[in-house]
């Protein structure tokens, strides 16, 4: 029903910056909360960000705080993340997911819908 296609990853050296899309499909993609999460082997998808369905409510887990920021642009069905600041321990597969519902959320069972996820790798 409504697909999601993240793009932006890739390798960057710690300090540096990256942006994250997330592309999605379908007409109804104002009417969904959004969401960031990422994810390395061994650990739990973790939440990282989220936005209300006008963008006008932004929520982000405390390590990302003041270096994460989430947008979103209703009129071409777009989410992003731009990351700077980047440390070794943002080194992730970042998966962008949309919650039917105004109310955002941090746990990853409130979403509807994934992405494919991108691979972000911060070096040294």
């Known amino acids: 029903q409504v697909q999601l296609v993240e793009s932006g990853g890739g390798l960057v050296q710690a300090g540096g910056s990256l942006r994250l899309s997330c592309a999605a499909s379908?007409?109804?993609?104002?009417?969904?909360?959004m969401g960031w999460f990422r994810q390395t082997p061994g650990k739990e998808r973790e939440f990282v960000a989220a936005i209300s369905v006008s963008g006008g409510i932004t929520y982000y887990t405390d390590s990302v705080k003041g270096r994460f920021t989430i947008s979103r642009d209703n009129a071409k069905n777009t989410v992003y993340l731009q990351m700077n600041s980047l440390k070794l321990e943002d080194t992730a597969v970042y998966y962008c997911?949309?919650?039917?519902?105004?109310?955002?959320?941090?746990?990853?069972?409130?979403?509807?819908?994934w992405g494919q996820g991108a691979q972000v790798t911060v070096s040294s």
């Open positions: 997911a949309a919650k039917t519902g105004s109310p955002i959320a941090a746990r990853s069972v409130l979403y509807n819908y």
């Open positions: 379908g007409r109804t993609f104002s009417s969904y909360a």
